[in-house]
């Protein structure tokens, strides 16, 4: 009796006892939105297959799931600095939970990376929180200047999502930057789950829109086009990364061929020299091709080594040092800096759905959203 | 007659006394792991603490007065927005609000963290009064609906509240005023209130209410009258807790996985684990339930077994959680405690029983 319990304790006893870096990963790996986190941890999986070491230390990666919910992200994130002693974190997904999360790491003085919290908030007034995507008001900014300058738009209908504030925050920051460029814009609004909008499109019409800017998620925007085109619209659209999603190819069907939206990444973008060989080797790694969560996991795992090896220390406190201080780095999603905020400023990602596909569009280069 | 009550009193003296030795007993333990722990013990024991409030005041309704209520993580939501709002700096607030300014009111609130808590408390009780009104006079499985549709209800509200509550993009910044001693002085508090209740002639109505509501009624009871205080009692401490939650994690926001449906389950959980209608039973399915959550993270590592290495497999804490539960519920089907309490003269029974077969 006494032997087997003592066996199923040495059981337990983790192997990864001798020297070695580590680095936690924050993750949503179970509950309702899993399949980001199951995404994420497939990029840095793969980053830390091809940059195993860094100051001549195996780098380890201790996952810790937060379930999705905030609770379980402070308490993760104080189990990763606490117990496991890991000097940077990547992690979370959620913007919510990275809020969370982030509250622990600013009080321990560890350095944490968001791959895609994308609230404004979530490194608001924080020394060691920082992220690897652009934040909410970037994708604004940019669909305005991509609708002016290269749509050549001078009326634009913005479809606001009172319900998110993805959505509201995304609508001020086109608005603000088209009408600073002697664009019109009328506003109207909508919310999450609406079926109806012929009253919208009816004023949209009456305003002579040459585009319509939906910034809520795909469901809608591909309901909102559908209708749009029943009643006669020839503009063009416009979305936020809400609609980066196969399902608004599914609902929307011929009605959003041709819409353009904002993201992060795509595999045909080849925005660094970094991208192509990192859709090859997740090609061969995992049989498919990777998806905006993936890359942007890999270009946190990569930024946290560059940053160590910059540091040359495993010191916390000098490797966020090191971050805020990453200039032009060549991620895979881009080339990638990381502002005094802790903000990544980098190029935007324009795609447009073409013969009912994700095709590369255009990018909007970081200089031209100052 | 009179030697009889003599004992009575020399035995509840008694009681007294060993409580007393008993909490300050508790008091030096957390000072000792307020020394001795590292931050993320200090957090999940301070956690244990929050639980065991919103596990002992959902007992008070569910257990103790026999009416099945789901509301209780809408009176958590309310209590925590109202101390957050109250406690977070002006400046702060003004930093967060970015879609839409803080309504002025708001903008300028500004209290400590004690009176922001009981004020929380306070606003909760007002809210199960006004909602409790109307849906107490329902029973069984309409209460429970009625209940769960005001607390979805209550988390739309913060949803849509664009200049009160931050809307969807939640509170940020709270300070971080809950630590061991104030979690654990309001558990502390809670128990202490809620067993001398029960214990008085108000508990004892509530008991039988509980028992047979009828029965209650014919003998004199306004049954009515006595759900709603324990209604209203009982959201004014899921208020506190909320109030101590939103300070332990220093952010809120109205998702539904932060304060929606699952948090009462979670709470709900904890109950019926340690017994439903048992308050020490509700302290200990809460400590429980926080300690396993976290202790059995280990389970999510890899790790070797007999000289095999195995990769880490996400969630099988939550299936070994569960596994637990079932088996706990299998062998003790009414929970751990079942109705009992732990109380002194159940310790020196079970003390003595212990010597007898020592001795033999």
């Known amino acids: 009796m006494r032997k087997t319990l003592l066996l199923v304790l040495l059981s337990f006893t983790v192997l990864s006892s001798f020297a070695s870096i580590k680095i936690g990963a924050l993750l949503p790996l179970t509950g309702g939105v899993s399949a980001f986190g199951e995404l994420v941890k497939k990029g840095i999986d793969l980053a830390r297959e091809e940059k195993p070491k860094v100051l001549g230390q195996d780098v380890e990666i201790i996952y810790m799931d937060t379930r999705s919910e905030k609770t379980e992200a402070a308490n993760g994130m104080a189990r990763l600095i606490d117990q496991q002693k890991v000097i940077a974190v990547i992690g979370e997904v959620i913007s919510g939970n990275s809020i969370a999360a982030g509250e622990i790491a600013e009080k321990k003085k560890v350095p944490m990376v968001s791959p895609s919290s994308t609230n404004p908030i979530v490194t608001q007034g924080k020394k060691f929180v920082s992220r690897v995507c652009f934040i909410d008001p970037i994708q604004g900014t940019a669909l305005a200047e991509f609708a002016f300058k290269t749509l050549k738009v001078t009326k634009a209908v913005v479809f606001t999502d009172i319900e998110q504030d993805y959505s509201v925050g995304l609508s001020n920051f086109f608005m603000e930057r088209f009408q600073k460029y002697g664009g019109q814009v009328l506003q109207v609004k909508y919310k999450s789950g609406d079926q109806e909008f012929s009253s919208q499109l009816s004023q949209a019409l009456a305003f002579g829109a040459q585009a319509i800017v939906i910034t809520g998620y795909y469901n809608e925007i591909a309901l909102i086009a559908q209708q749009a085109r029943a009643l006669g619209y020839k503009g063009f659209f416009l979305a936020g990364d809400g609609a980066d999603a196969p399902e608004l190819i599914k609902i929307g069907g011929q009605a959003v061929e041709g819409l353009y939206f904002t993201s992060h990444f795509h595999p045909d973008a080849p925005v660094t020299p970094v991208t192509k060989p990192f859709v090859d080797a997740f090609m061969k790694k995992y049989g498919t091709r990777p998806s905006t969560l993936s890359a942007l996991g890999y270009d946190a795992y990569m930024i946290i080594i560059e940053a160590i090896e910059r540091a040359k220390t495993t010191k916390p406190e000098l490797i966020a040092t090191a971050i805020r201080s990453i200039k032009n780095f060549q991620g895979a999603t881009g080339t990638i800096t990381i502002d005094q905020q802790g903000n990544a400023i980098k190029d935007v990602v324009i795609i447009q759905v073409k013969n009912q596909n994700f095709a590369f569009a255009a990018k909007i280069s970081a200089s031209a959203l100052k | ?360």
Do not use: C
């Not at chain 2, 789901?70 to 109202?82: E, Q």
């Not at chain 2, 988390?155 to 509550?165: F, G, K, P, V």
């Not at chain 2, 061991?180 to 008085?200: A, D, H, P, Q």
């Open chain 2, 1 to 360: 007659m009179v030697t009889a009550m003599r004992t009575m009193k020399e035995k509840t003296r008694r009681d007294l006394t060993l409580t007393v030795l008993f909490v300050i007993f508790v008091a030096i333990l957390l000072q000792v792991a307020n020394v001795k722990f590292d931050s993320y013990q200090k957090q999940v024991l301070s956690l244990m603490a929050i639980y065991g409030i919103m596990a002992v005041s959902l007992n008070l309704v569910n257990g103790i007065t026999g009416v099945f209520s789901l509301g209780h993580a809408g009176f958590i939501l309310l209590g925590a927005y109202t101390s957050a709002l109250l406690t977070i700096p002006p400046e702060q607030k003004a930093m967060i609000f970015i879609i839409e300014p803080a309504h002025p009111f708001i903008a300028n609130l500004h209290t400590d963290f004690f009176t922001a808590t009981i004020v929380a408390g306070g606003i909760s009780a007002l809210g199960a009064f006004i909602i409790g009104f109307p849906v107490l006079r329902l029973s069984g499985d309409y209460l429970a609906i009625a209940s769960l549709g005001f607390s979805e209800v209550l988390r739309i509200l913060a949803l849509n509240l664009q200049s009160i509550t931050n809307g969807s993009l939640g509170l940020k910044g709270i300070p971080n005023h809950t630590n061991i001693w104030w979690s654990w002085g309001w558990l502390l508090v809670t128990v202490l209130f809620i067993v001398s209740l029960v214990k008085s002639s108000y508990g004892r109505a509530l008991l039988a209410i509980r028992e047979n509501p009828i029965a209650a009624e014919a003998m004199g009871i306004n049954v009515f009258k006595h759900t709603l205080l324990s209604f209203v009692i009982s959201a004014f401490f899921a208020g506190v807790s909320g109030s101590l939650y939103a300070h332990w994690l220093t952010t809120i926001d109205p998702r539904i996985t932060t304060f929606g449906p699952v948090l009462t389950y979670y709470v709900l959980i904890m109950v019926v684990l340690g017994g439903l209608g048992s308050v020490s039973g509700s302290i200990i399915g809460a400590i429980l339930f926080a300690f396993l959550m976290e202790w059995l993270r280990m389970f999510e590592q890899p790790f070797t077994l007999f000289g095999r290495q195995y990769p880490a497999i996400q969630g099988m804490r939550m299936l070994v959680l569960s596994v637990l539960f079932v088996v706990t519920m299998i062998v003790w089907k009414r929970g751990l405690f079942g109705r009992a309490e732990i109380t002194w003269d159940g310790i020196r029974k079970l003390m003595k029983k212990f010597r007898r077969s020592g001795s033999r």
